[in-house]
């Protein structure tokens, strides 16, 4: 009766794994193919909006959707898409979360990415090296080969801030064989933010004529 029990109880075991495992394939199958369904224009740009927890992405996916920029956010935990149109080009900002736990995920939004957006905190130094780790593990990746990367120094009105040009020199970053573009943000500096878009924009068609 006991070995009855005790083989009922690991073959209960058994199926519970079976159907986590099938839920999270589910889950990620639903990802990939919301991803194949979002990216079927040929005017559409996909940006993938990455860096630390904290780093400001939030704000700038709203700055350069010309959403209302809140005061009080929260940090993102999974994934949020701002949709908007520049230059007659739709663009998708896949504003990723960077906490650790959610850092763990990124590279299953790696596909279909046209470009890099990269936060980077300018008013704190001390997590520039981790920036940098993350940012170079990334562009290892065998699906982001070759897609540009934008650098966005963000809250450089912050007392104490590191100056923009202060923050690119002292990353010293190994990006490989891409396109790098950099900007200093804090919210209101449109102009910065029209000009990268206008640089996403010629980057995508640039792409797109070389095939």
Known sequence: MFRKLTNFIQ????????????????????LLNLLKKLKTQ????????????G??????????????????????????IHKFEHQNHQIHI??????????????????STDVILWTIDSADPSKFEESKR???????????????VVLIATKQDANGASQFPGVISNLQLNIGERN????????G???????CLTWIVNEFLAKASAH
């Open 11 to 30: 073959n209960q075991k058994c199926h519970a794994k079976s159907r986590k495992k099938f839920s999270q394939s589910r889950r990620l199958m639903g």
């Open 42 to 53: 040929d005017r559409e740009i996909r940006v993938l909006l990455l860096g630390l927890e």
């Open 55 to 80: 780093s400001g992405k939030t704000t700038v996916a709203h700055a350069f959707a010309n959403e209302k920029i809140e005061t009080d956010l929260s940090p993102t935990n999974g994934f949020e």
């Open 94 to 111: 896949w504003d990723i979360g960077g906490s650790p736990p959610n850092r763990a995920f990124w590279r299953n939004y790696f596909d």
């Open 134 to 148: 993350e940012l170079e593990n990334c562009l290892q990746n065998d699906r982001l080969f070759g897609v540009p």
């Open 180 to 187: 790098f573009n950099a900007i200093p943000f804090s919210p």
């Open 189 to 195: 500096q449109n102009e910065n933010i029209q000009k």
